[in-house]
């Protein structure tokens, strides 16, 4: 089936710095991708809409230019958290839609664990 | 734009009984409803879903129905054993997916 790989799985960064964390579609090309972000005990809220080649979608209240999404290729979406402060700590989790699983095809990556100090 | 609400957000439960978790929706747009369960520290495993086209699916112990008219789903899980324990999400979705906001269910042996 359908697989998504998301890097790192974990990372501890300081204060003021800049994460990159990655999401690639392996077996499969993604035109679609989303980013969630989950505090822990709660659900997962959308944060953004990756289209390959195109500006991303931003869900309101989330600031575009502190979660920099970039869709590059059809298998690569790549989500930087740019400034990062103790209160961006969340676990990330990233989903690829397949085109070839009809309009709900989706796949989610295994998530990354971000910690800011 | 689309709201999930899900209930119970905790529930504990004897090996062997059935769990029933329930979501609402708000978009009748919506056409796709997955279930998903999550263990501590991954993301999030499909485990059955249901299109807005069929009212009941099953797969093995688990079961989803559907009921577009008043706008809610429900999974049902039989037989539970602990190895069930997790927390559960409900998702409904037009264009993206949405998520209820979760049920941590515990089956104590």
């Known amino acids: 089936g359908a697989v998504v790989s998301q890097h790192p799985s974990r990372v501890i960064c300081k204060s003021g710095t800049s994460v990159k964390i990655e999401c690639r579609s392996l077996?499969?090309?993604?035109?679609?991708m989303f980013w969630y972000r989950q505090f822990p005990k709660k659900s997962l809220m959308l944060m953004a809409t990756?289209?390959?080649?195109?500006?991303?979608?931003?869900e309101q209240g989330v600031e575009k230019d502190k979660f920099l999404i970039n869709h590059a290729s059809l298998t690569l979406s790549t989500l930087t958290v740019t400034s990062a402060h103790p209160e961006d700590s969340s676990f990330y989790i990233c989903?690829?839609?397949?085109?070839?699983?009809?309009?709900?095809?989706?796949?989610f990556g295994s998530g990354t664990r971000l910690t800011v100090v | 734009g689309e709201n999930v609400e899900q209930h119970p957000s905790t529930l504990s439960v004897q090996e062997g009984d059935s769990a029933v978790i329930k979501c609402t929706y708000s978009d009748s747009a919506s056409n796709y409803f997955p279930w998903y369960k999550q263990e501590l520290g991954k993301g999030p495993q499909l485990i059955i879903d249901?299109?807005?086209?069929?009212g009941e699916k099953k797969d093995q112990r688990i079961a989803v129905t559907l009921n577009k008219t008043a706008k809610h789903f429900s999974l049902h899980i039989t037989e539970t054993q602990p190895e069930d324990s997790a927390v559960y999400f409900c998702a409904a979705s037009t264009n993206d997916m949405r998520f209820g906001a979760g049920t941590r269910l515990t089956v104590k042996p």
């Open positions: 990756s289209n390959e080649g195109s500006k991303a979608t931003y």
């Open positions: 077996d499969f090309q993604a035109t679609t």
């Open positions: 989903s690829a839609r397949d085109p070839a699983q009809g309009q709900h095809g989706y796949t």
């Open positions: 249901i299109r807005s086209n069929v």
